[in-house]
């Protein structure tokens, strides 16, 4: 590793409260994950917690009444919009805002893009293969946003850090991980999942987070296996966070989906043109 990234910041002492040391993701987000593992959870409930915080109940109503999440009528409140969109659409406008704000500190840097973008790109790359799979189109998007919060982590707490090891993946070609155990002493992967626990995120997130690189078995194809072919498929088609975008195999993909689903995925162009007209939609809508 050049050396004016291998300055390191040992992260590993002390197991869980590793992820108290971190910033944590907006108290909104948090307890909104919390309280949706609650099988009698009313609507109400869910919105008297979102608009606690007026400014935030405000973006994600400007989110919800987006064109990108095609709502036929005006939601004007957040009871609305969990009327209309459902608790899980919810949930995932919800996290959108927190993540936004979550990494404010590194907003200005080029890293954070790359990121933010690889992060979008495999949320809705979960949603297009949850769509051809039968599976909740929300809950795959949801944890293929969150699939790399520990990547974000590292970049919203230590941006100019983590924006070197960016740097020096595209200039040496080194492998990420290796780069971020040798500097943080453990990787996005396992940070993840320990702040997906620490913060009390229900499953299968944690397991998402610090198992989305890993091959799932080959006989169930569930949310951590969607995620796992969403986040490949982001860097194959050019939304990958440093180093050059691997060969694209589509074909190779579509082998891991169920038998009955393998023809109904969309062609290369058709996911490039679709996640990233997407992507510059949210990015319109944020920035608004």
């Not at 307890?31 to 099988?39: A, I, P, Q």
Request: with cysteine; hydrophobic share 45%.
């Amino acid at each position: 590793m050049p050396a004016d990234v291998s300055n390191s910041i040992p992260l590993r002492k002390g197991g869980l409260c590793i992820a108290k040391k971190f910033q944590p993701l907006p108290a909104v987000a948090t307890r909104l994950m919390t309280l949706v593992t609650v099988e009698d959870v009313g609507f109400r409930e869910i919105a008297d917690l979102v608009r606690v915080d007026p400014a935030f109940s405000a973006e994600v109503l400007k989110l919800a009444n987006s064109p990108l999440f095609g709502c036929r009528q005006e939601v004007n409140n957040i009871l609305h919009a969990v009327a209309i969109l459902g608790v899980e659409r919810l949930k995932s406008l919800v996290m959108m805002v927190a993540l936004r704000n979550f990494l404010s500190r590194a907003s200005k840097l080029e890293a954070l893009r790359r990121c933010w973008r690889h992060s979008l790109g495999c949320a809705f790359l979960a949603e297009e293969i949850a769509a051809t799979c039968w599976m909740g189109t929300a809950q795959c998007y949801t944890a293929g946003l969150l699939h790399d919060i520990g990547r974000l982590a590292l970049l919203a707490n230590y941006p100019a850090q983590y924006a070197r090891l960016l740097d020096a993946v595209d200039q040496t070609g080194g492998d990420i991980i290796e780069y971020e155990r040798e500097i943080f002493g453990m990787d996005h992967r396992e940070l993840g999942r320990l702040l997906m626990i620490e913060w009390n995120f229900p499953a299968p997130l944690p397991d998402v987070a610090g198992l989305h690189h890993l091959e799932p078995a080959p006989d169930r194809f569930d949310v951590r296996a969607a995620v796992h072919l969403a986040c490949r498929m982001a860097d194959m088609l050019g939304f990958q966070v440093a180093g050059p975008a691997p060969p694209i195999d589509l074909d190779e993909i579509r082998s891991k989906l169920p038998d009955s689903r393998r023809d109904k995925m969309k062609s290369e162009d058709e996911m490039l043109v679709t996640v990233a007209g997407k992507i510059n939609a949210l990015e319109c809508t944020l920035m608004a």
